[in-house]
């Protein structure tokens, strides 16, 4: 069990209250309409446009900090914001109101001989627990997702960016304010106290129904280990490329490059290109040209050294390694089944596409690859909410239960039963 | 955390090997063809029927060792098998034979702009772990639905049934022999070490993918605290009925009576009467008098005990007991906010009804009460995936995640996104 700590401590009970909190307020949450949601939603907007100064200047608090620690310039970077990016986050925010409302929805509806009318229909989920790191723009798109699909949010930003999501979080609260809605229906964790997260992980005594963790294999990991609650994980990205033999070349070249060095840094990125055997000779030469020419490091199994000596020999450590960087692993397969059984041995269960020009080999991977997306001749950099036609997103899960592949605000959802009768009673 | 066991020990050597082996088994499961799924189940169903000495055989050590344990009618009763109860055991399997095999349904699909087409399908969710408690003919039930919805099962029955389960799961593995298919799909635990429990809920290293528990609050709590993977949650069914204002009588004296009486030992069976205070004058009588008449000992509030002399005191206790007998406990409530206040106190999410001739109360209800199944004038005792229309049941979920109500086929499963295209790269 990972409660252990002390229930007495000062943190312990602004937490559990916090909890009791978001409870309460979930309830009126999940019978707000979808106007007054949404309107919220616009509030939350203006409220963030109108407090640019307000989030630069906390912002700015995060930065100094930031600076002394001598992070990393991506990480600074992730942690800046600026006017643009607010206004950014401020449209966010809005289209989140434009999108369909999906509590209530009718998912199936069916008559049983006996006259019951059944109906299977969206409610939200409780309280949603989200930890994550130090984008603060992620406080926003989180808060604002989890209200209008009817959930309380207990938000867990990074240390790091502490003060910028407090800033941000004001905004939306007044934008709950506004509409009558109560504040606690969003809610930040008021310290970077470690501790906070252990007690999130136990579910502040059954107030938190489900916990997202959005962040590196360290944050995943340890919710994984601890968590008392339901996860929606958000396992790391080691997505896959396989090139069949009866590949387009062209096509071949395209999507690869695309695939690794679009977006480097995203989760879709592809870290891991096989090779058939069957159609080395052919397309071998152009993809490796082709990431080279793109900036791309590639690093390779004997096979693949062997064919080109800009390639560097891969560890074992390079086939579960998610670079989130212009590096590629490579290795040559024995057709499909090989790049089947490379899969799942190193995949990660995120998102894999095939290249083939041959249906058969198309559908054989299409139906028999386990991960939550699978793409047929298409970058693995579509792996996105935004590009699925959801609108915004909180991730991608990779966990099997529940959500798959991008959660949206359906995926924010759970449901239940409506059983609509005119005295029936069950015979013996 | 729960993996607190010698990892060296025998069992947990032998415990560890059945998870690689329901593994591999389950990647041949998930691709395994509907007609050699269901051949298997006529050839599991036949194996029953051959083997009915052997069942009984087995079935009377079970039986004797119990009556030398002295347990309760009723559990001796759900432990008895005779040739009927075989029979209609092998029904049962041939039944699933008969359903809708749910993997590789598409649940949803669309094309994108860029011309990619998305679908949603269903896949099986790979091994699962079944816990229940002594009824031997789950053995059957849990097998052949997880068989039939491609997914690998490891059981561990009541260790009073033991030898009757081992002698049923030997049907099952013959008819997967029959069919060419692994026996490691369908495995029992060999044991009646409670020790097995826990390995199972630590997830047997990354085998298991989820928990379905079967049985009383003991069970359940111990599966809640201690299992390392996603569980689907079979809490107690602490089924309600409110009766409001505007019902008709007669119809709420035939739905109390039918969703307490009906059978008293289910999940579904009503536990608790909310009994309108504005409507009490019309129905309170006629219900208590049909209670009393069909058998039913009544515990109720101050109120309640005030109208009728043969009603006991309900203590604060009542109002959370499953009391699965001919008791029910009865309050009195402040209209549609009473009734939902009291639900959320003491309810357990599974089933509530609500009796009523008008339409926005009854709408009111449904669209705000949490629970699993929420029905209108009509019994709780529906509350049964057989009812619902979806065939065979592994039990009535009230967790929130993925399966909420019945379990049947389709909730056994879990989905992809198959992305097709013709070479799509996306844009910067």
């Not at 989200?130 to 930003?157: F, H």
């Not at 501790?195 to 360290?218: E, F, N, T």
Request: hydrophobic share 45%; aromatic share 4%.
């Amino acid at each position: 069990m990972s409660a252990v700590y002390d229930l007495d401590s000062e943190l312990a009970v602004s937490m559990l209250a916090m909890g009791r909190d978001a409870q309460r307020a979930s309830q009126e949450l999940a019978i707000a309409g979808t106007d007054v949601k949404n309107q919220a939603l616009r509030e939350m907007a203006q409220a963030i446009r109108s407090g640019v100064s307000d989030i630069l200047a906390a912002n700015a608090i995060d930065l100094e900090a930031a600076e002394k620690a001598d992070l990393r310039a991506s990480f600074m970077d992730r942690l800046t914001l600026n006017p643009e990016r607010i206004e950014a986050m401020a449209q966010g925010v809005e289209a989140i109101a434009e999108l369909d409302d999906p509590i209530g929805g009718v998912m199936a509806e069916w008559e049983r001989p006996n006259g019951l009318q059944i109906a299977r229909v969206r409610m939200p989920i409780g309280v949603i627990g989200i930890i994550y790191e130090s984008r603060p723009n992620v406080t926003a798109d989180a808060g604002a997702l989890c209200m209008k699909s009817g959930n309380a949010a207990i938000l867990r930003g990074g240390s790091d960016s502490y003060h910028s999501s407090r800033a941000i979080l004001k905004c939306l609260q007044a934008g709950l304010a506004g509409v009558g809605l109560p504040e606690a229906a969003i809610q930040l964790v008021p310290t970077t106290d470690r501790q906070a997260v252990g007690m999130m992980l136990s579910g502040l005594d059954g107030a938190i129904d489900l916990i997202v963790p959005r962040g590196g294999k360290g944050l995943v990991g340890r919710v994984e280990a601890e968590a008392r609650v339901p996860v929606f994980s958000h396992l790391e990205g080691l997505c896959h490329v396989y090139v069949d033999k009866h590949a387009d070349t062209k096509m071949a070249v395209d999507v690869v490059v695309n695939s690794k060095m679009r977006r480097t840094g995203i989760c879709g990125a592809a870290e891991t290109i096989l090779m058939d055997k069957a159609g080395a000779n052919q397309h071998l030469q152009p993809v490796i040209d082709a990431l080279v020419d793109a900036g791309c490091a590639i690093r390779g199994d004997a096979a693949v050294c062997a064919a080109d000596p800009r390639v560097e020999a891969a560890s074992d450590e390079d086939w579960t390694t998610e670079y989130l960087d212009s590096i590629v692993s490579m290795a040559m397969v024995d057709g499909i089944d090989g790049a089947m059984a490379h899969i799942a041995k190193y995949g990660s269960s995120h998102t894999e596409s095939i290249i083939t020009e041959d249906s058969a080999t198309a559908e054989r991977f299409l139906n028999e690859v386990g991960s939550a997306i699978i793409l047929h001749n298409a970058s693995t950099q579509f792996a996105d909410g935004g590009e699925f036609g959801m609108g915004a997103e909180i991730g991608i899960a990779t966990g099997k239960m529940h959500a798959r592949g991008p959660v949206g605000l359906e995926q924010l959802t759970t449901f239940k039963y409506n059983v609509r009768g005119n005295g029936q009673t069950r015979p013996a």
